[in-house]
């Protein structure tokens, strides 16, 4: 579960930090099995404690006091809780109210993360409050947060005029500033509409990246939760089968506990194309001991190592080389932008992985028993809850089919198919897919 360089919380959901990862080779990767994963984190026992002590930790012995001096250092534990479990009683909502009359007051994490937990946990009851601070923040995180949960909550045009005038006044260098770019395009533009108008799949299916390497494909619904899919193709252009011969797919999450857009901090992740600089293991308890694919978006990576080509070190980022990697049917779909803006906007650590997460507070969620992070895409993992070994694991298969290619690295493309609602499947792009391997797979590398 990862977000921004900074991001942590009381859940112990943190950002691996340097020198807590271990790169893998590929032989070591080659040779793990389901056998190796092993967890004390999803014993029963161990899963039903950290409930409990989170609820009475940081619900139980803080929100009661209400926001003052004494309770001040606990109230940022106390919202993550909250959003992390989606708590929602009379408690928590006053809580909430405290915290949002109380933001001129705050820090800015403080502040952030009561704006993202009325974001995920109250979706339009604090309208008025939120409108409020749209009008006094100076942060365009804050504001396009503001922003965000105003548009979804009163849905008008009236709303999104009103909104796009204030952005305007309030930043007048708002065209320089990569998050309210995003949002004033989210602003201005239908969202389902215009993902009507997504390209056809089998160009970008068919479509050659900088350099022989994999590709990972995590297909997604706008309404991120429900599960989105990963397939993945080798160098050859050519998708990994199953032994049977089917179609290699499995469930891939892109659901951020916050649901806030993919360019806003712990939001969901972003549309677009990401690198993939290898696979590594972590010790951060929630991710568990199954690797990790280290992914980066542009400006987190330099050119030289997002394209895997040591000649563009020391080329400075720009749109135009972002857009350059995808087929030209493409380069006109603005989401896709998502992961471009979101880097240049600091977004980092959108990590590919699996879960360690109990699944058991997400049990009425479309997404269930898939686990939501705070901005990485999350694969399924069943663990038994008496010895605690990995029962399931769609993040090793997933690692097992793109190793297949011989290699480490590569690229990883998030794109949301469509506006369904239900989960990614196969059928959804197979004609789609077999359509892009009946045809040359040979494009223009744009970045050479």
Not at 73 to 98: C, F, G, P
Not at 105 to 115: F, G, K, N, P, S
Not at 313 to 340: C, I, M, N, T
């Amino acid at each position: 579960m990862a977000g921004d360089p900074a991001v942590t919380s009381a859940t112990g959901a943190v950002i691996p930090p340097p020198g807590t990862t271990e790169t893998l080779s590929l032989d070591e990767l080659s040779t793990l099995t389901l056998a190796d994963l092993v967890t004390t984190r999803a014993l029963k026992a161990e899963r039903e404690k950290f409930l409990g002590r989170m609820k009475r930790e940081k619900i139980e012995s803080v929100l009661p006091a209400g926001l003052t001096s004494a309770t001040l250092d606990k109230w940022d534990d106390a919202l993550w809780v909250i959003k992390l479990l989606y708590l929602r009683n009379e408690m928590t909502s006053q809580a909430l109210a405290a915290s949002l009359a109380a933001y001129p007051q705050m820090d800015e994490a403080l502040q952030r993360v009561t704006l993202e937990t009325a974001y995920a946990v109250y979706g339009r009851e604090f309208t008025t409050d939120v409108l409020r601070i749209a009008e006094i923040t100076t942060s365009p995180k804050h504001f396009a947060m503001c922003a965000h949960y105003a548009n979804r909550a009163l849905d008008n045009a009236d709303c999104r005029t009103t909104l796009t005038d204030l952005m305007k006044l309030r930043f007048p260098d708002w065209s320089t500033t990569p998050i309210l770019v995003m949002l004033e395009h989210d602003l201005r533009v239908d969202a389902a509409t215009e993902i009507k108008s997504r390209p056809a799949m089998a160009d970008l299916f068919a479509h050659k990246l900088p350099g022989d390497t994999p590709v990972i494909f995590s297909l997604q619904r706008r309404n991120r939760e429900y599960p989105g899919m990963a397939l993945v193709r080798l160098p050859d252009g050519k998708f990994v089968r199953r032994p049977d011969g089917s179609i290699f797919a499995v469930s891939h999450l892109a659901f951020s506990q916050s649901n806030l857009p993919g360019y806003i901090t712990n939001g969901n992740t972003p549309e677009g194309l990401f690198t993939i600089v290898g696979l590594d293991r972590t010790k951060n308890l929630f991710i568990g001991k199954t690797p990790f694919f280290a992914t980066e978006v542009p400006f987190e990576a330099p050119l030289d190592r997002y394209f895997h080509n040591a000649t563009l070190k020391g080329q400075v980022w720009s749109l135009e080389w972002y857009l350059g990697a995808w087929p030209v049917s493409w380069r006109d779909y603005f989401p896709v932008r998502e992961a471009f803006y979101a880097g240049q906007a600091g977004r980092s650590e959108m990590l590919s992985h699996g879960t360690t997460i109990d699944p058991a507070p997400y049990r009425a969620k479309p997404y269930y028993p898939n686990t939501p992070s705070i901005g990485c895409l999350t694969a399924k993992e069943i663990w038994s809850p008496e010895d605690g070994h990995a029962l399931v694991s769609d993040q090793l298969s997933l690692i097992k089919a793109f190793i297949s290619s011989g290699m480490t690295y590569g690229y990883l493309i998030v794109v949301d198919l469509d506006s369904s609602r239900r989960p990614v499947v196969l059928e959804d792009v197979l004609m789609d897919l077999l359509a892009a391997e009946g045809r040359p797979h040979e494009t223009k590398d744009a970045t050479k």
